[in-house]
């Protein structure tokens, strides 16, 4: 009707759209039998016009409208145009109604409406897809294809390099589903249906998780050593995303859209773990992992996976009395600059002054020792912030020379994960600062942030390597698979259960040497698999809930339209059958009545000689069909 949908969720308007159309159709067809008259067509005229300026009037009231959130334009070109249409139309309905019966004049006002509507559709598709690509931008075919297939091209040859089953991501972004279109299997996807356990869980180990949408910001080694992310796409540009530790594999050069060369690299990370592995089944102690702090999370789940983790059965409760720890908090000590601090429930306000220039949150810690330091910032209300960090300081004992720290924000877009700060060495005083964004557009608009919890921690990777090589011991050796079959042997020992790091969802059937075993969910989120020690053969394999009875009931619905076919035709053909009988029983009895005239004919004259049977039953039929006084005159002579 003229109006861009407005967003995502407004796509569902379009069946109301397509009710109203088949509706008009329906009537369209039936429009021989209405009988519409001037006033019926102004009347339906002016409810348009009132409901429009009715919507019209309500739109500043809608939720979605706020003040200061929208420019509003003029609408009186808006109205005009549509009523313009809507005349049209009610016009053209008009005379069609009045000249049904005059075909030619029927066809060329339907097709003056066929033009006026078509126009109008094409009007608006071009003008949707131009606000569109105001708005968001479409990409050209160049630019997609030469990036796209340089992606596509880069795993095809990390296939030939290693065609094991493994998770691969990037550490850039054209759009969230790269890895769909460049065939890698990741954690980085967008969709409406996709597996809410697993996109908590992603969550809560520090990636960058929106809605339904999950990235590959935010990774850490322990991340992505459990989860089995084995080799990392950089498209060499300095990217925060990248671990140092991983080791290069190989180099792919291509051209981008403007011709430029461009190098993509291969990394791999060597304590990535198969699919599946065997751990400590103390994990059963744990119903899930919080979301509130992902050090703690990664540190509870590595832990006790190698049980590391003490348990305490009180009163019926298991409890955690302690576990090891691969990330350490840091101290810290918070400063500001141009800003008022404040409760918010139990978080923190940081609202910057009136005449603030430069608003700015300086945390301050102390690097233990030389690992990886990171950094996560806790929030139940995002406001971006700008980041930036320093460990210089000037004579005057300030720090200086801040860099931008990460993407250069926080609380922005994906920009809400773990962010590696980086290696000092142990004693190196940091700055990380924090800017709270003034608006240059309404300068007197109160600007703030607000932070619960600053989270700083040390990485400690000796720690860390003892532990994943513990559970690269006993790790699921793959032999076969495909997208829906995974075989592969594994060997287990007492107190262990395999982990799989599938999502846990209906669909999967598992077996164990042959024989089919249930599955148990472990942390809310992936499979579990218990099994007894030694060495067995695991397959998993499967099928999409309800795919087998849709089989079943697809086959049954072809059956029974065979059926009601056949049996149709059946009764066609008896049918037919029938009006051929009906139709020799009349062609006899028409014979039989002829034979009869002729005969009552030669009785009432007497002997005729030489009589032509045929010609005489032809002026018979000729006589009763046509009612000609004279021919009847002239038989009877």
């Not at 795993?155 to 790269?178: G, H, I, P, Q, W």
């Not at 011709?259 to 304590?271: A, C, G, S």
């Not at 003892?466 to 050796?477: P, R, V, Y």
Request: one cysteine or more.
């Amino acid at each position: 009707g003229g109006q861009v949908p407005n967003w995502l969720p407004y796509r569902y308007s379009f069946l109301m759209s397509f009710v109203l159309v088949s509706m008009a159709v329906m009537t369209f067809s039936k429009l021989e039998g209405l009988k519409l008259t001037v006033g019926k067509i102004a009347g339906v005229f002016i409810g348009i016009l009132a409901l429009v300026m009715y919507f019209d009037a309500k739109m500043p009231s809608f939720n979605y409208v706020k003040k200061g959130n929208i420019v509003y334009v003029d609408t009186v070109m808006t109205f005009v145009f549509g009523m313009i249409l809507a005349g049209i139309y009610l016009v053209g309905l008009f005379f069609i109604s009045k000249n049904m019966k005059k075909a030619k004049t029927v066809n060329i006002i339907s097709g003056v409406m066929t033009v006026v509507i078509s126009a109008e559709a094409c009007y608006n598709a071009l003008d949707s897809f131009k606000k569109i690509d105001e708005e968001v931008a479409y990409s050209s075919r160049t630019s997609y294809y030469n990036e796209i297939q340089a992606g596509r091209d880069v795993t095809d040859e990390l296939e030939k390099y290693d065609s094991s089953l493994y998770r691969a991501e990037k550490t850039f972004f054209r759009c969230v589903n790269d890895n769909l279109a460049y065939g890698l299997r990741g954690i980085s996807h967008s969709s409406s249906v996709m597996n809410t356990k697993i996109i908590n869980f992603i969550e809560t180990m520090g990636y960058s998780m929106r809605s339904y949408v999950t990235r590959y910001d935010g990774n850490t080694p322990l991340a992505d050593s459990m989860l089995g992310i084995k080799y990392v796409i950089d498209n060499n540009n300095n990217s925060s995303l990248l671990n140092p530790d991983y080791e290069p594999v190989f180099s792919y050069d291509y051209k981008n859209q403007k011709d430029e060369d461009k190098t993509l690299t291969v990394y791999r990370n060597p304590d990535a773990l198969s699919i599946g592995y065997m751990i400590d089944n103390s994990i059963t102690n744990l119903a899930f992992l919080g979301n509130d702090n992902p050090f703690n999370s990664q540190n509870m789940l590595l832990s006790t996976a190698t049980g590391n983790t003490e348990f305490l059965n009180q009163d019926g409760s298991i409890l955690i009395n302690g576990n090891k720890e691969y990330y350490t908090r840091l101290d810290t000590e918070i400063s500001t600059q141009q800003i008022q601090v404040s409760p918010y429930g139990d978080q923190t306000l940081y609202t910057a002054d009136a005449d603030a220039v430069d608003p700015i949150i300086n945390i301050h810690f102390t690097a233990q020792t030389s690992d990886d330091i990171y950094m996560y910032l806790k929030t139940q209300n995002e406001k971006a912030v700008n980041t930036w960090i320093s460990s210089e300081k000037g004579s005057d004992g300030q720090f200086t020379n801040h860099k931008s720290l990460g993407s250069g924000a926080y609380f922005e877009n994906h920009n809400y994960s773990i962010v590696r700060v980086g290696s000092f060495e142990p004693g190196t005083e940091i700055e990380v600062r924090l800017t709270v964004r003034l608006n240059s557009t309404e300068p007197d608009k109160e600007e703030y942030t607000i932070i619960k919890d600053f989270q700083f921690y040390q990485f400690h990777k000796d720690l860390f390597d003892e532990d994943i090589a513990l559970l690269k011991q006993n790790q699921w050796e793959i032999s076969d698979y495909n997208d829906r079959y995974i075989e592969g042997t594994i060997t287990a020992e007492d107190g262990q259960i395999m982990l799989t790091t599938i999502p846990s969802e209906p669909g999967w059937s598992i077996k164990v040497d042959g024989k089919k075993v249930e599955p148990v969910e472990i942390l809310k989120a992936f499979i579990g698999i218990p099994l007894e020690p030694g060495t067995h053969t695991v397959t998993m394999k499967y099928t999409p809930p309800g795919f087998n009875l849709g089989v079943v009931t697809l086959i049954l619905g072809i059956a029974i339209i065979v059926l009601i076919y056949l049996k149709s035709d059946k009764k066609i053909i008896a049918q037919l059958a029938e009006q051929q009988k009906k139709l020799e029983e009349e062609q006899q009895k028409a014979q039989k009545k002829a034979k009869e005239k002729v005969n009552k004919l030669i009785k009432s004259k007497g002997a005729v000689a030489d009589i032509d049977i045929e010609k005489m039953d032809n002026k018979d039929d000729n006589s009763e069909n046509h009612e000609n006084p004279e021919n009847k005159d002239d038989s009877e002579k």
